[in-house]
């Protein structure tokens, strides 16, 4: 079984926050591969299903993002599962707009998020790094990030979300650079 974390925050307010791509590209793979309905567990919530061979846990936090960990580490405890089995999907300042790519541990580039799970966990876990571009100045991050996507960045941010979630089972078998590769050809085309 694996665990897939989408970083977020919780309310109607937040959805289209460029901070909660990580929710949104789980509802996408939810939507596209039929899993179960929500459920509330592990201070979120949860979807089980298939992606090719492997069983997925789709888990968003419900407790803020500075609080992610807290949710992340009670599932993984729950199902006795380490690190390794964990996949988190979050929004990358420091890469391009729409733009994805797959990594296993690293920094924490100051995302409240990824600080709040690798204070649970450590940093060995699988990242996918959702690009939401960098606004240019540092003065205007905050509100580049905890802002809505622009008009003329829904159709892009769609096309995104329906190459992650297509091609969602490459990454549950663990073929992370096939995975970036087909996302990128989905884009171009």
Known sequence: MQLWVGLGNPGAQYAMHRHNVGFMALDAIAA???????????????????????????????TFMNES????????????????????????LD?????????????LAGHNGLRSIDQHLGPDFRRVRIGIGHPGHKDRVTGHVLGNYAKNEIEPLSDLLGALAAEAATLAA??????????????QS
């Open 32 to 62: 596209v591969h039929g899993f179960g309905a929500p459920a509330k567990k592990f201070q979120g919530w949860v979807q089980e299903g298939r992606l090719g061979t492997q069983k997925v846990l789709l888990l968003k936090p419900a």
């Open 69 to 92: 960990g807290r949710s992340v580490a009670e599932a993984l405890r729950f199902y006795k599962l380490g690190a390794d089995a964990l996949t988190v999907f979050h929004d990358e």
């Open 95 to 107: 890469l391009a707009a729409m733009k994805v790519k797959v990594r296993q541990g690293g920094g």
């Open 174 to 187: 663990g073929d992370d650079v096939r995975f970036m590769n087909d996302v990128a050809l989905r884009l």
